[in-house]
């Protein structure tokens, strides 16, 4: 089982390219240590406040990809330096 998993992020308290990318690094980077997920920001590279990352599991069930991406989906909304504005999944 293969799901893919896109988010939406609007990050207020970036005030320039580099403010954003700082977080946007940092998160990808403790996503793809602490999960078993591959992640890149897949649009808005050039805009300030807006990324959009995409996540990727694959796994013997969709139980086990469900119970792994809602594990990362808590762990992207408890960071307070962005709000999540869109999710979208789908199982492949």
Do not use: G
Not at 78 to 91: D, Q, V
């Amino acid at each position: 089982m293969i799901l893919y998993m896109e988010c939406e992020f609007f990050i207020p308290t970036a005030h320039s390219l580099k403010d954003k990318r700082a977080v946007v690094k940092s998160m990808l980077t403790r996503s793809r240590q602490k999960f078993n997920v591959s992640a890149a920001e897949i649009d808005h590279q050039n805009v300030w406040q807006r990324t959009r990352i995409a996540f990727v599991i694959v796994s013997s069930s969709k139980e086990v990809a469900d119970k792994e991406m809602a594990q990362v989906l808590y762990y992207l909304e408890s960071n307070p330096a962005w709000e999540c504005l869109e999710i979208e999944k789908e199982y492949l």
